[in-house]
């Protein structure tokens, strides 16, 4: 797909463009971290973030989401789907890489409507990072670099020049609602390649898996006994922390809930955790995963294996977000997939 | 069928609960069209002994106490415990750090000696309760939920995780990155994360979720930087009853 | 904008019979008010909804009927949706997703030997295998029925348990683990029967349901006797919540048993260490 240059001072004009019909997203700092917030002209973009403290997902697949909608006489009841055409600027390319793997899963099998909806209304705009966030390892598990899940794909090539890389017939629409761009030159074109393979550079410099992300799976499957889930699980807080903030994670639980006068109500669902002790409880009280170390494992593999079995991908992307919210320091997927080679190796 | 009566009473504590309840406004029509309210102080006069939901406010601190609330337990049907002091008993469990000449006096002085008074303790230490509607305050709608739950004849179960969980739906930024000590890693959930969506920092008023791991969780703030003082303060503030007997 | 589809929706269905088969079980007869069939696969389960209370999953223990529309279900009462159905009326509506999940297998169970195992409230799945083979005894060999309970007061269908054992093609063997004073039968955990029946193992199929602790036992038992694992099916119970494979709550390791199960041959779980 083609190539364009915008420069910072079109950036405005194309924003205002956009908010004619689609709420618009922007990374912006709060408190010395970043979010993605609503647009205003006031608003400070923070091209150079290093993370969104919260996940994209949360925008497709909200943390609470009416399903249907409840006559408790009449016993009828109708689907509900609350939708807003969006668009999230500025996604640096694991995050895109999130979406993509919650796309497949959500399609799989029975097609999530309710997720397919709001993608289906979801603009996505890329953003090559300028920088890394000290829990980041995107670049060791094959996040680097998407070529597909995104409208347009940006990159800041200069002080107030972007390369804008079409991903969709949509994004390049947006892209004109002005009128046409610049095409990108050759030079150009290089420029943001190589801006791209610095800052992957500098984040494999920094925090590496030991080995090839495709072995990761292997690693785990001669893990499943390994001493380390017990040893590292028993500081956990069965917060569940490291699941809500995961890109990847979709699970959740459904729940319902009843007007004042006890007429109408509402099925919902709300997200939900591996790592939260009831997960896997039945009414009779039996714990299919009762103990810590259980449910401490059961994310690693789902992250390291069953969603690689599933799609041939790793369930990480190497964001770092668990790393840095679990208080307990035990959630860093890099450090478990690396102790655990390392033990193979020895045992060897 | 007819409408179950419906009373509320106190014990030792600050009728907050009970305020959080009159807070609902219009609301309450609505929830108060299902059920007779034969007695409710922070809301209208007269008082009956026919009930048979019991809303009970406050903890347990006297002798006097165990005969009233035995009293009241055998005449509901379904008492439930309504906010910290009675649900985990609450603030008030701070003196039973104390000995009891010691907060005694503290009180009441050179009067110490008119008062009978012994360690605080929830409802559930002294008869048995059939719901909990946890916080301190009380989170209104989740009173409305347990009262739409008791009409549904559905049992409510308040959220068995940690505070966590509702932060991170709530977007929140985690106090522990802010470098502040938050009791949420080990507090039953079902507030919605309200006092750190505030600013502020969770202070345990939920008590323990059951899945809480106090021993991990005093490693955790160990670990963060704080000091022994400062955790067991914290953890004392609500949770005394519980530290006491856990 | 117009109402699109969505799987969430359930159909609405009238309690048309209520039976008490225990002190904590209940045999509960749906009709749907479509008037369709449910269209269900022995084994199969479905989310049965009370609006404002939740959505719980029972396995289907009637038979696969295309002729008429009710469909049964046995529950015991033990949480919150299996509460409030108790207290439901002759008459009451319910919500009904479903029939989700895999089947035993009837297709390879013809001309061939059958032995049901069936531990405790196992017997509900069960049952609907069994009906629907007893309807259409001719097509299949012999049919063994091992029940086993914890104790007396927690038989259930007794009546049809009962009746089955005056049958002469069937075989029926029950024992409790614990006996009282008007228990006359076997005592003994459920693999104490197996001896007792005679079993073809190249012409015999398994299929199994009950709790957690029991697969491995019994399995051990079969393997002994004879039986190839290709040969053994059991179903496995899971906290299913949406029933599509999406919510994560019944996962087995890899697979969610919702989609991929509940009812497995066993050499697709043998090697899932979470499976039995």
Not at chain 2, 121 to 129: C, E, G, K, Q, T
Request: with cysteine; proline share 5%; charged share 25%.
């Amino acid at each position: 797909m083609s190539n364009y240059i915008v420069y910072l001072e079109q950036l405005e004009g194309l924003f205002a463009g956009w908010q004619e019909k689609y709420k618009l997203f922007v990374p912006q700092e709060k408190e010395g971290f970043y979010f993605l917030e609503e647009y205003s002209p006031e608003a400070e973009i923070s091209f150079d973030y290093d993370l969104l403290y919260n996940p994209p997902k949360s925008f497709i697949f909200p943390p609470r989401e009416d399903l249907i909608e409840f006559d408790l006489k009449t016993y009828k009841s109708k689907p509900l789907f609350t939708v807003s055409p969006q668009i999230l600027f500025g996604l640096h390319p694991y995050d895109i890489k999130a979406l993509n793997q919650l796309d497949q899963v959500m399609d799989m099998g029975s097609v999530d409507v309710n997720y397919r909806q709001r993608r289906d209304n979801t603009i996505i705009m890329g953003l090559t990072p300028l920088r890394v966030c000290p829990e980041a390892f995107w670049g060791s598990v094959n996040a680097f670099n998407v070529d597909f899940g995104f409208d347009l794909f940006w990159t800041k090539i200069g002080p107030a020049t972007f390369l804008v890389e079409v991903g969709s017939k949509k994004g390049e629409e947006l892209l004109f609602v002005n009128g046409r761009v610049d095409k990108a030159t050759s030079a150009e074109r290089e420029v943001a390649r190589r801006k791209k393979q610095e800052i992957v550079s500098l984040v494999q410099k920094q925090n590496r898996l030991k080995y090839s992300w495709e072995e990761v799976p292997r690693v785990l499957e001669k893990s499943f006994d390994s001493f380390l889930w017990a040893e590292k699980s028993r500081k956990c807080l069965a917060c569940g922390s490291c699941n809500l903030i995961c890109p990847t994670c979709y699970c959740f639980d459904i729940l319902d809930e009843v007007d004042d006068k006890l007429n109408k109500g509402k099925r919902y669902r709300t997200w939900d955790g591996c790592m939260l002790e009831s997960f896997a409880k039945i009414a009779g009280g039996h714990n299919f995963r009762g103990r810590a170390a259980e449910r401490y494992r059961h994310r690693y593999f789902r992250k390291g294996k069953y969603i690689y079995d599933m799609l041939g991908e790793l369930g990480c992307v190497g964001c770092g977000r668990c790393v840095r919210v679990c208080t307990a320091r035990i959630a860093n997927p890099l450090e478990v997939f690396n102790v655990l080679w390392e033990a193979l190796s020895y045992e060897r | 069928m007819s409408k179950p009566k419906v009373a509320f009473f106190d014990f030792a504590g600050c009728e907050g609960d009970q305020l959080q309840i009159a807070n609902l406004e219009e609301r309450i029509l609505d929830i108060a069209s299902h059920v007779e309210i034969v007695s409710f102080r922070e809301v209208k006069t007269g008082h009956s002994d026919d009930y048979e939901i019991a809303f009970v406010e406050g903890s347990i601190t006297r002798y006097e106490d165990e005969e009233r609330i035995k009293e009241i337990r055998s005449r509901a049907k379904i008492l439930i415990a309504l906010g910290a002091c009675a649900t985990i008993g609450g603030i008030n469990c701070l003196k039973n750090f104390l000995n009891e000449q010691e907060y005694k006096n503290m009180v009441y002085g050179p009067w110490a000696r008119y008062y009978s008074t012994y360690a605080a303790r929830p409802v559930s230490a002294v008869v048995p309760v059939d719901g909990e509607i946890h916080g301190c305050p009380i989170d209104k709608e989740e009173f409305v939920e347990v009262v739409k739950s008791l009409l549904l004849g559905k049992k409510y179960t308040p959220p068995d995780y940690p505070v966590c969980v509702e932060c991170k739906k709530a977007g929140n930024i985690c106090q522990f990155e802010r470098g502040r000590l938050c009791l949420g890693i080990i507090t039953r959930a079902g507030c919605g994360g309200v006092c750190v969506s505030r600013g502020s920092v969770c202070w345990g008023c939920r008590g323990p979720a059951p899945s809480a791991n106090l021993d991990a969780a005093r490693e955790v703030m160990d670990e963060h930087g704080f000091s022994w003082v400062e955790v067991e303060d914290r953890l004392r503030l609500y949770l005394g009853h519980f530290l006491k007997f856990n | 904008m117009k109402d699109k589809f969505s799987p969430y929706v359930p159909r609405v269905a009238t309690l048309k019979a209520k039976k008490k088969l225990s002190d904590f079980v209940t045999l509960f007869e749906f009709a749907q008010d479509n008037g369709k069939p449910l269209a269900h696969r022995p084994g199969q389960f479905i989310q049965l909804s009370l609006f404002g209370i939740g959505e719980a999953p029972f396995s289907i223990t009637s038979p696969p009927r295309s002729d008429h529309h009710h469909f049964e279900i046995a529950v015991r009462k033990i949480g919150t949706v299996t509460t409030a159905l108790h207290n439901l009326e002759v008459g009451a509506k319910v919500g009904v997703r479903g029939p989700y999940g895999s089947y035993f297998p009837m297709h390879k169970f013809v001309e061939q030997d059958v032995l049901f195992v069936a531990g405790g409230l196992g017997f509900i799945p069960l049952r609907s295998l069994l009906n629907y083979m007893l309807r259409h005894r001719d097509e299949y060999g012999r049919i063994m029925v091992l029940v086993g309970t914890r104790n007396p007061k927690e038989r259930i269908f007794i009546d049809q348990i009962e009746e089955m054992k005056k049958r002469t093609d069937v075989e029926v063997l029950e024992t409790v683990d614990s006996p009282d004073e008007t228990w006359k039968g076997n005592v003994g955990v459920i693999t104490t029967l197996l001896p007792k029946v005679k079993i073809e193992p190249e012409s015999t199929y398994v299929a199994m349901v009950g709790p957690p602790v029991m697969y491995k036992f019994v399995i051990n038992e079969c393997k002994k006797i004879g039986i190839d694992e290709k040969r053994i099916y059991v179903s496995l119970e899971r906290r299913m919540k949406c029933g599509l494979g999406k919510c994560g709550h019944c996962q087995i390791n890899g697979i969610n048993c919702c989609v991929d199960g509940p009812v497995f041959c066993y050499t697709e779980i043998a090697s899932l260490e979470e499976a039995i």
